[in-house]
């Protein structure tokens, strides 16, 4: 990502459609072309690499304050090509809107980036992923001492086993996710934020709940991406006592 003066960053995102990545406002904020790497988990071996110079950012999020941590840290970009799908390159599903409002305290989440590997450390070349605890909003409230910056629309994730685990500068942007009922993974997060102590303090992150924005999407986009579980198939009982035509 280039901004107006020439300075670069990196972030993360998420495929949600031929035509579509979800990701952090912030990220987006202030800046006049992106380039977009996709299909890979090594940063130098692409299966895509364009530009784009499109995205769209949540109303509600104040750009002029983008170095701030703030509510509502969620925009999306457009490519401006169509993406082929394979093997490499596959959209992820967002949470479905019914479930904004899940409790996640304890789920075992997954955090993915090329994001720092330690607090003012080094970014990887190849692509980095975490496992996270959920935790409630309540205790992630707390953990911040009360900071409005926690709203509804956030959900926090802790250290899984190693409290010195967690997202990083540069994971910003990037997918949170679950293993949904159905046994796929579903996005039900947006990487936004981590305490301003560093990112290995034993303090949660924050990302965005994605299932709190499909309205916003549609707007935008014109694409529905709210979505429900397939209800199994049944067949039709064979009725033995059927008569026969002789």
Request: proline share 5%.
């Amino acid at each position: 990502m280039i901004n107006s003066t020439g300075q670069v960053f990196a972030c993360g995102a998420s495929i949600i459609h031929n035509e579509w990545a979800l990701t952090a406002a912030h990220c987006t904020a202030g800046r006049i072309n992106f380039v977009i790497r996709a299909g890979t988990v090594n940063l130098t071996r692409p299966y895509y690499i364009f530009e784009t110079s499109e995205f769209y950012n949540h109303p509600l999020y104040n750009e002029n304050l983008a170095g701030i941590v703030q509510p509502n840290d969620i925009g999306v970009l457009k490519f401006g090509r169509w993406l082929e799908f394979n093997d490499l390159v596959q959209p992820i599903r967002i949470q479905r809107s019914v479930d904004k409002d899940n409790n996640y305290d304890g789920y075992r989440m997954t955090a993915s980036g090329w994001g720092n590997t330690w607090t003012s450390g080094s970014s990887p070349e190849n692509l980095n992923w975490v496992f996270l605890r959920g935790v409630t909003n309540l205790f992630c409230w707390l953990s911040f001492g009360g900071s409005s910056i926690i709203q509804p629309s956030t959900i926090c994730a802790s250290g899984y086993n190693d409290t010195t685990q967690s997202t990083c500068q540069g994971d910003s942007g990037g997918p949170l996710t679950v293993i949904d009922q159905d046994g796929k993974p579903t996005l039900v997060g947006v990487t936004s934020f981590v305490s301003n102590q560093g990112c290995h303090v034993d303090l949660p992150a924050g990302f965005c709940r994605g299932g709190f924005y499909h309205s916003w999407y549609t707007e935008v986009t014109g694409i529905n991406f709210d979505w429900d579980f397939e209800e199994p198939k049944t067949e039709m009982p064979i009725d033995t006592e059927r008569p026969t035509i002789i």
